[in-house]
């Protein structure tokens, strides 16, 4: 192999190895970041359940409650936030969640409602104009560590249209973390509040109970014995101001708890992919330079090898020529025979 060729295998070989520190940087940080991710998550639940089950018995005891809570039947006018992140390098993780969100709008398209998208992070703002489908509202710099205040600025937005009646379904498409190697996307209902299982009541005779809610409902039962009724609801509740009014404060907070819930499952998704795409980067990186260090060091070889047999070959031609006769038709051997 030429002399060339020899240097752009190093030329390679130099790149690669940036490239590998690079990638094992990203994950190491995407590594460090995904169990502080994970203990935010586990801190925020208690005050999402906490008002998510408040604004379910308020909405219950309110004359509007057919429209806050449960699922609605036809709607009209569907509002669509999806969270994906501001930056790339993390493996399938923006795509999922765009298509799925295609697929929602597709769907809804052709069902013939209204549809209004709603962004959080700067691929979908560059996935949504690509395919000229309109974006409402675009929230950036707030997918890597989100913040409260984040979930306040984007709640400001959602709830008012919910509340005025011009949406009748809000839901959130973005990625739900089961482990550090396990994500799912999920599109989940937002608004109108959905019940939870101790507040939704006992399924009417002749309905089937799937095994997950036979157990759940059974661990709610043994929960229910072991309190000795200490979280059974007894008498009826009051509601101070009127329950219009406190439905009216009690929405964005539950929106704002839900979204930065969302907000914080999708950061910990998005490290815990990054990590996993960056380890695959890596290992990837180290085969390659195995490789190239394997064909440059067989072209070293051949190049070593080519020029001893070189030198070899004009060796021998010298010898060769030293054992020659001189030619008395040279002028160097006519001067020594005129001598």
Same mark, same amino acid.
């Given at each position: 192999m030429a002399g060339g060729q020899e240097r752009v295998l190093r030329r390679r070989i130099r790149t690669i190895e940036s490239t590998k520190k690079i990638t094992r940087s990203f994950e190491l940080i995407a590594a460090s970041q995904i169990s502080r991710a994970q203990g935010r998550i586990a801190g925020s639940r208690p005050y999402v359940k906490a008002i998510s089950d408040i604004l379910a018995e308020t909405a219950r005891e309110g004359g509007s409650s057919t429209r806050l809570l449960g699922i609605p039947e036809s709607p009209q006018n569907v509002l669509a936030l999806v969270i994906v992140a501001d930056r790339g390098l993390a493996g399938a993780y923006n795509s999922s969640v765009l298509r799925a969100a295609e697929r929602l709008i597709r769907s809804r398209s052709q069902e013939g409602r209204g549809f209004t998208v709603m962004a959080i992070g700067k691929k979908a703002q560059a996935y949504f104009r690509f395919r000229h489908?309109?974006? !409402?509202?675009?929230?950036?710099?707030?997918?890597?560590?989100?913040?409260?205040?984040?979930?306040?600025? @984007?709640?400001?937005?959602?709830?008012?249209?919910?509340?005025?009646?011009?949406?009748? %379904?809000?839901?959130?498409?973005?990625?739900?973390?089961?482990?550090?190697?396990?994500? @799912?996307?999920?599109?989940?209902? %937002? %608004?109108?509040?959905?019940?939870?299982?101790?507040?939704?009541?006992?399924?009417?005779?002749?309905?089937?109970?799937? !095994?997950?809610?036979?157990?759940?409902?059974?661990?709610?039962?043994?929960?229910?014995?072991?309190?000795?009724?200490?979280?059974?609801?007894?008498?009826?509740?009051?509601?101070?101001?009127?329950?219009?009014?406190?439905?009216?404060?009690?929405?964005?907070?539950? !929106?704002?708890?839900?979204?930065?819930?969302?907000?914080?499952?999708?950061?910990?998704?998005?490290? !815990?992919s990054r990590q996993r795409a960056m380890s695959a980067a890596t290992e990837n990186a180290e085969e390659l330079l195995k490789t190239l260090k394997r064909v440059m060091n067989r072209a070293r070889q051949d190049s070593i090898t080519t020029e001893i047999m070189e030198i070899v070959g004009g060796s021998e031609a010298l010898r060769s020529a030293g054992d020659t006769p001189h030619d008395l038709t040279h002028p160097q051997a006519t001067e020594e025979q005129n001598r």
């Open positions: 489908q309109p974006v !409402a509202q675009q929230f950036v710099a707030m997918s890597d560590r989100p913040t409260y205040e984040d979930a306040r600025r @984007v709640a400001a937005v959602i709830v008012p249209p919910f509340l005025a009646g011009e949406v009748d %379904l809000v839901q959130i498409v973005s990625t739900r973390i089961r482990s550090a190697s396990s994500q @799912v996307v999920e599109t989940r209902q %937002l %608004l109108p509040v959905l019940p939870s299982p101790k507040q939704s009541g006992p399924k009417p005779s002749g309905v089937a109970q799937t !095994a997950g809610e036979s157990a759940a409902t059974a661990v709610s039962a043994a929960g229910d014995h072991g309190s000795a009724g200490s979280e059974r609801k007894l008498g009826f509740f009051e509601f101070e101001p009127d329950v219009e009014q406190l439905l009216a404060q009690l929405i964005p907070l539950y !929106a704002e708890a839900s979204i930065y819930a969302a907000l914080l499952e999708a950061s910990a998704s998005e490290h !815990a």
